[in-house]
Each structure stands twice: as structure tokens, then as C-alpha cells.
């Protein structure tokens, strides 16, 4: 990594601090400047480098944590991310929504292999009662607020042509701890174009909406389907997302 001064990363307005650093990181990632399988310079470092506190440059990897770009072990972090390179840290957030605004809101989530909700069931193109992969996904912030739950069924096309998400339907139960949080990278790699539909409802008598996502391929073949509820009152939902193929 070259030796930077501080003036050389622009803040981007608009974002915190520790928001610009991880896409200042991520861009050194995608550039070749950290090589996947190579491990990243200390916290230490990282701060001189950015020009930011020690503290700034954990919550910057926790971003990339998250979304499963960087991996953290014993030896320390190191870049995990291969193929194509995307524009943003956020674009790879499964499910939507997935990333709170508190960074010390808790995640819970658990895969199972049965029959999904009949809406999905319809959406997916399965017959009714034919079981399929299931994610659940909750979140809370520390304080108890910030709420939100997912349920996400997959395809039948999706699970054929995904190897990490086929390989969960062996093992898959109501105890299975699975953040699939890079499960829109893994179809990316895949070689499937997503396109995504999502539908934002409030819902009547309550501070809550529900969002809607369909994801399919450049083949219109549905590939998953989320529903979401979040309290509007704590979170502002933002996404973008445009996934090409790896090449």
C-alpha cells in the first residue's frame, strides 16, 4: 500500500466518515492494490494510511465484513473479494435491508428447507407445498429499537445453478446459522445478470413497511424473493443495485 497523506481522501459528502474510508478501501481492493487472499495492513497503519482514528477504521471494516469482502481471522483481515468488481460496499447487502443503521444492532438469521410462504411459492414458479431453501433474517438495534425481519425462499433455478446456496439444502434446519450476505455475489459469479423489483408498502395502523424484492435473471427466470418489515420510524431504506455477470 503507498504512503498517503490524509488530504488525498477526499470525504464524500454526505456519508460518514467510516463509510468514506471502507470505499476507499474497497477500491484499493478492486484495483489489485490489496490482492484477494492477501492480508490487509493493521489497524494501526490503515489509520495513518486514511488519515482516520483506530476506531473509524474498525467500523470501515466491519462494512466490508458484512457484506463478506473482507474476512477476519486469528493472523488478522484479509481480502476475500474475486471476479468482477462492484461500485460499492452496499451493493452486495442479502438480504435487503440486511445492513441497520446502528452498527451495534444485533443479526440473527437461519436457513431451512421447506415448503415457503404461498405468495413466494407463486413468485418462484414452485408447486404449492413443494419445500425450497428459506432464510430468515432479524435485526435489532441495541437500545430494542430498529426492528426488522426477512424471509427470503429461493428458486429451484437458483439452487441448481448456485453452488454455495445448493450445498445448504443438505444441512439446512430451523437451528442452521446462515448470514448468506453474499448470496448476490455468489449468483453474480455464477454468471447470472440480476435484475431486481422491489415493492415498498406501508402498513395501515402501524409505524412499519414491508418491501418487496423479486430478483431474476437475464433469462426472466426468478431467482429469489424477499419480504421485509422494518420500523420506518428508525430507518431510512436505501439501495441501489446493479449486478452484471462476473466476467
Known amino acids: 500500500m503507498a504512503?498517503?497523506?490524509?488530504?488525498?481522501?477526499?470525504?464524500?459528502?454526505g456519508q460518514p466518515l467510516y463509510w468514506s474510508v471502507a470505499t476507499q478501501l474497497l477500491a484499493e481492493l478492486r484495483d489489485g492494490t490489496i490482492p484477494p487472499g492477501e492480508r490487509l495492513p493493521g489497524e494501526r497503519?490503515?489509520?495513518?494510511?486514511?488519515?482516520?482514528?483506530?476506531?473509524t477504521v474498525r467500523q470501515a471494516l466491519e462494512v466490508l465484513r458484512h457484506d463478506g469482502l473482507v474476512a477476519t481471522d486469528r493472523r488478522g483481515?484479509?481480502?476475500?473479494?474475486?471476479?468482477?468488481p462492484v461500485e460499492n460496499p452496499a451493493a452486495l447487502t442479502f438480504p435487503v435491508g440486511a445492513?441497520?443503521?446502528?452498527?451495534?444492532?444485533?443479526?440473527?438469521?437461519?436457513?431451512?428447507?421447506?415448503?415457503?410462504?404461498?405468495?413466494?411459492?407463486?413468485?418462484?414458479?414452485?408447486?404449492?407445498?413443494?419445500?425450497?431453501?428459506?432464510?430468515?433474517?432479524?435485526?435489532?438495534?441495541?437500545?430494542?429499537?430498529g426492528r426488522r425481519t426477512a424471509v427470503t425462499s429461493f428458486?429451484?433455478?437458483?439452487?441448481?445453478?448456485?453452488e454455495e446456496l445448493g450445498r445448504y439444502r443438505e444441512r439446512a434446519r430451523s437451528s442452521t446459522a446462515a448470514q448468506l450476505r453474499r448470496a448476490y455475489d455468489w449468483m453474480r459469479k455464477a454468471g447470472l445478470t440480476l435484475h431486481h423489483r422491489d415493492?415498498?408498502?406501508?402498513?395501515?395502523?402501524s409505524s412499519s413497511v414491508r418491501v418487496t424484492r423479486q430478483v431474476h435473471d437475464q433469462y426472466a427466470r426468478p431467482l429469489e424473493i424477499t419480504d421485509l418489515l422494518v420500523d420506518s420510524r428508525q430507518d431510512a431504506l436505501v439501495y441501489e443495485f446493479t449486478l452484471p455477470a462476473a466476467g
Open 3 to 13: 504512503r498517503t497523506t490524509p488530504h488525498e481522501h477526499p470525504l464524500i459528502e
Open 45 to 55: 497503519h490503515l489509520a495513518r494510511h486514511f488519515g482516520v482514528s483506530r476506531e
Open 77 to 84: 483481515s484479509h481480502a476475500t473479494l474475486s471476479g468482477r
Open 99 to 145: 445492513r441497520a443503521a446502528d452498527p451495534r444492532a444485533v443479526d440473527r438469521a437461519t436457513v431451512t428447507w421447506e415448503a415457503p410462504p404461498p405468495g413466494h411459492a407463486q413468485a418462484l414458479g414452485l408447486a404449492p407445498h413443494r419445500p425450497t431453501l428459506v432464510h430468515r433474517y432479524e435485526s435489532e438495534g441495541a437500545d430494542g429499537l
Open 155 to 162: 428458486s429451484a433455478v437458483a439452487l441448481a445453478e448456485v
Open 199 to 205: 415493492a415498498i408498502t406501508p402498513l395501515a395502523g
